[in-house]
């Protein structure tokens, strides 16, 4: 039985940088079955064929850490891209990758009022996750889920972003991924209504919105292409406990999870819902809104993709891993 020193894993950790070595600790398990099999590996015994391995796996380690500086806000259109692909990616993956190339750009998208003013109206001009209305006074803003510059574009496919994808969804998924927001970068499906305050912490990574069954499961990103016609966010706070949590209250959350009334909002008096404190692990309920009620619109739009806040969620779960201090 070989010994685990002898690994290609062990090998790759003595030469990868604290952000390579975070991501073979705590997130090997998530890369597709190929990559995880080369890593168990036993070394290969020319000198050599080691530095080629161990050069494969670093510059796979570039492609993650490019795409993770890079998000949610792109800084720079390119960060390895330079040169060819190299020996980091298979033969497959290499043919996946360029979907578009420097001419393939007929199609760009541009922000659109119309699908801003369409979220607006599906979320009932209120801010999904502390129930605040622009007829209050506040201030609320259209979010994407998914950023704007990773997919406006068919040319954004040989971004670190898809090409990071690609390591741990296969080249099949991530097309399809692509495909999908790419498609739907100013759909519905990729909004919604925060207030700004909350917006910006959303953009900031300094709070998360994780997609959740009522049964309190986690929403895969490659789960059911439908999306679901009632879900919940669950609020984490990454970065430790807020200062001031009173700060963030909301009118929308859900009573505990493990209750009967898991899927009920926590009312006050007079039957109005209670304000209270959003603290990490607090839930809000996504939902349509019912064709009979008055609040009801003749055009009923996509809900937020729950696919797309789980894809978020995978990319800042690497994000926030890498950095882990060592």
Not at 92 to 102: D, I, K, L, R
Not at 226 to 248: F, R, S
Request: net charge positive; proline share 6%; hydrophobic share 35%.
């Amino acid at each position: 039985m070989e010994n685990s020193r002898d690994t290609i894993r062990t090998l790759v950790h003595a030469n990868a940088d604290s952000q390579g070595k975070n991501i073979l600790d705590y997130a090997r398990h998530r890369f597709i079955p190929r990559l995880q099999n080369e890593l168990e590996m036993p070394v290969p015994t020319r000198i050599a064929e080691r530095h080629e391995v161990v050069l494969k796996w670093l510059r796979r380690f570039q492609i993650i850490k490019g795409a993770l500086d890079n998000f949610p806000t792109l800084r720079r259109s390119r960060t390895s891209q330079a040169g060819s692909p190299g020996p980091h990616m298979s033969s497959a993956n290499s043919a996946s990758t360029p979907m578009g190339s420097e001419t393939d750009t007929t199609r760009v998208a541009t922000r659109s009022p119309t699908a801003t003013a369409n979220c607006r109206e599906r979320d009932n001009y209120t801010c999904v996750v502390t129930g605040r209305r622009s007829s209050d006074g506040f201030a609320l803003e259209v979010a994407h889920i998914i950023p704007f510059p990773l997919a406006k574009s068919v040319d954004c496919r040989s971004l670190d972003f898809w090409r990071m994808l690609e390591l741990f969804y296969g080249a099949e998924c991530t097309n399809s991924l692509f495909k999908s927001i790419c498609d739907n970068i100013n759909d519905p499906s990729n909004l919604i209504l925060l207030d700004n305050s909350i917006h910006a912490m959303f953009d900031h990574c300094s709070l998360l919105l994780l997609p959740l069954t009522h049964e309190g499961r986690p929403i895969d990103v490659l789960g059911s292409s439908q999306a679901p016609l009632t879900y919940n966010l669950q609020i984490v706070y990454p970065k430790g406990k807020v200062t001031v949590p009173e700060l963030i209250q909301s009118t929308k959350l859900l009573k505990k999870s493990g209750t009967a009334e898991h899927d009920s909002q926590v009312e006050g008096e007079n039957g109005k819902m209670r304000v209270m404190p959003v603290l990490s692990e607090s839930q809000v309920q996504i939902k349509q809104q019912d064709p009979d009620s008055k609040a009801s619109k003749t055009t009923v739009y996509p809900l937020p993709s729950p696919g797309y806040f789980a894809l978020r969620r995978f990319v800042l779960f690497l994000w926030f891993t890498s950095r882990q201090r060592r």
